[in-house]
């Protein structure tokens, strides 16, 4: 449905439809003046970002956040964006090409070679968040229900492997135990998160549909969703390499990347159909994916999957989150309930990743190091977030607007917080 209503939307602005004239009954014209306005926003944002040094997403967030609180200044021209049924499928895409790309960049062999530090480290760095972030949740939300205290934990799960990556790297620190330790954690925290998600966003579903849920039930869905993942995975091991030999052979041009999105768009929309996020699909699509499995295409000369990737998510990845920004209400900061909640929440999310340094087993390691880099939630924080606004309990929809913006608040403080706090641990005499 999603790829339907933007191949739609391309279709008529290749037969050419004016800015004034619609085609079919539909202008494309407000399309279009949005793209132009998310695109530019994105970049700016983005350059002003890496200026101060911090994470490009804060800049696509931050201005995105500009644009949808133009209305506080008595300008409501963007404000069909936020419920833009076009811009809102293209986010989508983009998100589910995200994960695809996160997939891609995992090494399932380097994952079984992290080690039980990094292991420990990530169980922890999962279990105490949702723990707490369930805690904060369930006092500053009494009025809401259990599902969206559940579902607040599960926001917290998340580790942002890139951000914390890229910070290593800058300052040439990648060779240290705790920076591996950090980012095999990382992964595996993301893979225990789209797990965590996958739970939680079925008992949910479920409840909605049936009441209170047995415990064979909830058993059935963790089940699933495990499932899920460790079937898709095995299945695509075995499988991918005979497609892409099959598609080697053919003449047309593209077809690797038209494979590979096929892949990825098919395991999406085949945990969506289970009900499971579709954004699970293409992360076990990534990993699924190995550079082995292409090598014809490679050894002729051609681009790798992730080269070929990169100009299509460069486009529709900003668009999730300059339009997530463009969702946050700033008016409701206006209730100190909501300030009170939000700063709560950082707290919790930060205090979380700290308790997850206690997995570290070695000596002479700098247990607090391996706590901060584990603290930015950054682009997956946010789209549990997305996916937590889109889900209805009975109608009524898990997280309300308000909630919504104080979460996106604490993914931008974590986010925010990680680079210098790193930068100033590792800058007490590591080498």
Known sequence: MTLAVVLIAVQRAALGASLNGPVAGHDVGPVLLSLILIIVAAKIGADLAVRIGQPPVLGEIALGLVVGNLALFGFHGFEYIKTDVVINSLAEIGVILLLFEVGLEADLAEMARV????????????????????????????????????????????????????????????????????????????????????????????????????????????????GFLVLAVALGQLLAPAIFRFASRMKAQGLLLAVALAICFLFAYTAGRIGLAPIVGAFAAGLVLDKVHYRDFTDRGEHGLEDLLRPITSFLVPIFFVLMGIRVSLNVFGSWQIIGF???????????????SLGVIGKGLDRFLVGLGMIPRGEVGLIVAAIGARLTLHGEPIIDDKTFSAVVIVVMLTTLLTPPLLRWRMGEGRS
């Open 342 to 356: 939000a700063g709560a929440l950082t707290l919790a999310a930060v205090i979380g990743k700290q308790i997850c």
């Open 115 to 226: 080690g039980l530090s990094s292991t420990l480290v990530a169980a922890l760095g999962v279990i105490a968040p949702f723990g707490l972030g369930f805690v904060v949740a369930r006092a500053f939300l009494p009025e809401h229900s259990v599902y969206a205290h559940v579902f607040i934990g599960a926001v917290l799960c998340a580790t942002s492997v890139g951000i914390t990556a890229r910070v290593f790297k800058d300052l040439g620190k990648l060779h240290l135990l705790e920076a591996k330790i950090v980012l095999g954690a990382a992964v595996i925290d993301d893979v225990m998160g789209l797990l965590v998600l996958a739970i939680v966003q079925g008992i949910i579903s479920a409840a909605s549909g049936a009441g209170a849920l047995s415990g064979w039930q909830i058993a059935l869905i963790i089940g699933k969703a495990a």
